[in-house]
């Protein structure tokens, strides 16, 4: 599938190509005798039923959770954030988060501060990526309700030490949400390990899945205020949501067909091992930041050069726009990267790049070291 | 692709099987050249884009549209009515409704009541489906803000005068939101002549896409507070959602390759076209309950025979259990109908069955003489 394609180096965005196991397992969904999941006995319902609690399950063994049903699905890791945020923050609440949020997170916050009176604290973070743990200990107190930090920077790359943060905040009585957009599938989230209440993830980018899939963790004594009210299939007579899990976090029909996706998907990042793609992906980012560093005036953003970093390298050049990069890269070079603001507006502040966006090059687990040479050469040129 | 399958008769749950075209859309942007849509001004990018707008116009043709930015994406009909009932009701307001909306209309006003106060009454619907106007008209009144109503009950299969039921909502300053969820592409639902201010569909029932698809009109002067805050890939620094259609509504990655099925299975509705589809499901419907009919003790709800109805027909037999009857049909006949309660304890209550529930067989655009004839002769063979 790769032949003859573009070069494409937007993974952060979503990934490509999908496993060819991906469109199968959603082929023999969609064409196979499967109908609506949960709103029916027959065996066509039931069908669906089954394929999603396959991919439920396969998420509950990647992410350490015991029972399956802790975990439910949404349409991308926006819906999950939103459930998550909207869910847990009551009028007056304080929240904790960190300076390198995407929109996801920072945009509910901002909703809630101008509609329910919450406040919140976004915690500084360097231009490496680095967050500052001592200021993060000073605002997260005994009126904190919640910290949420992104896992890894979607523009610095930066890995944040979440096990951590999550000490401080269970400490303090908080409740820690993790934004796992950036490193589900390429880097170890684990309930266990990190103790986090709640994890959102999406579906459509390292977990090989299709668009329209995602998820949220919530620890079982955990309840929220569900984000859509609906039908269930389950206890249709009650008025309220049933307090049933998936169900009470799961109104209305699901995306069958992109969960059996999804699936497939989880199955070939659990045969790879999450340990031999993050590797596979550091090494790709190494030799991107070692080419591009040879050029004048180009600064990449985040950690420095041998230091951890998820599988993508956002840069800046001096004297070009960040769009007219990338716009050339694609039109001469067939090379998909993404140019902007990257839905992180703070972020841009921590990496100085306010105003100007950057060019992020991200890596997948199909990356080849052809096609991140393809990319040094081409921004050799341009920059001449 | 239907010889050998399983009777199919839940197309109101969800239509199967998908015209072959629905997967062929999804695998060529599943698998060709096409990224994350709006996340970037690459070529793979715009691919995605381009689908998502193709989708979006077609959709715009069917509803009478005239502007395909003021029909926005959701991932099901729940997220959409959600959206809708959510983003205009405010404190204390004042709703009408029916006895046989749906769950993903009672349950999000159910869940304002209790956190906002609002107040709502709910019109008795008739055995037969039929709405009590003059109720309706006396309950509309200044105070109102908003009226919604199922367009056809998925119980009892009545079709409610919403271009009647708009005129008083208007005419009462009040908003008017349809529930499509059984009728959009089997029968017209059309914006201009409906005047409805919001429209909430699915995607994978009669439009003939898969799971994981629906949307909502909104009438261009109308604004919502949305019901996902997040990323939109534009004015990425703005705390606000920004205030661009689609943009404001569609926080977060969409579902582009459900979206990029929804828009075959559009086309495959109007070149079978939405008249000649309602008129083949009514015989159908007809057909059924002629030969249910015959059986002793066994009783149709909605509309009687010869009168309209969408492709849905719920019955009752007495002295079985609604749940044994479709085990049996699927068990021994192959024939997968749904029972149970179908998410409107409102609408048994109308039909005179709370506490027993009923069997409901439902058709599709591809249902065939012979399968209604396979499951009259399934229930006779039942009831004996």
Redesign the interface.
Known sequence: ?KTG??I?L?HA??S???PER??QS??EI??G????SG???????MNAGRTILQTRTALAQLLQVENANDIVFT?????A??LAIKGCLREGDHVVATMVE???????L??LKRTKGIQVDYIPVSAQGVLDMAELKERVTSQTRLVVCAHSSNLLGSILPVEEIGKIAHAAGALMLIDAAQTIGCYTVDVKQTGADMIAF?G?KSLLG???TGGLYIRPELELEP???????SQ??????PKVRPDQYE????????IA?LGAGIRTVMEYGIEKIYQHEWQLTQQLMQGLLEIKGLTCLGPELGMPRTGLVAFTLEGFDA?EV??R??RQYQI??????????LGHMSAGTTGRGAVRASVGYSTTVQEIEALITAMKQIAQ
Chains 1, 2 share one sequence.
Do not use: I
Request: include cysteine.
């Open positions: 599938m394609s573009p494409y937007d965005a979503t490509w190509p999908k991906v469109s959603m082929l969609l064409n005798p499967a109908a609506n709103r029916g006995n027959y065996r066509m319902a349409s991308n890791t926006t819906e954030l939103n995407h929109n996801s997170v920072r945009r509910p901002e909703y999406p459509h299709p668009q329209g984000l859509l009210h609906g039908g269930t299939g249709s007579e009650a008025v309220e949501m109104a209305g029909t699901l995306n069958t067909v992109g996706g769009a990338a716009f890269l694609d998909s990267v993404r140019a902007g603001y990257h839905c992180t507006p």
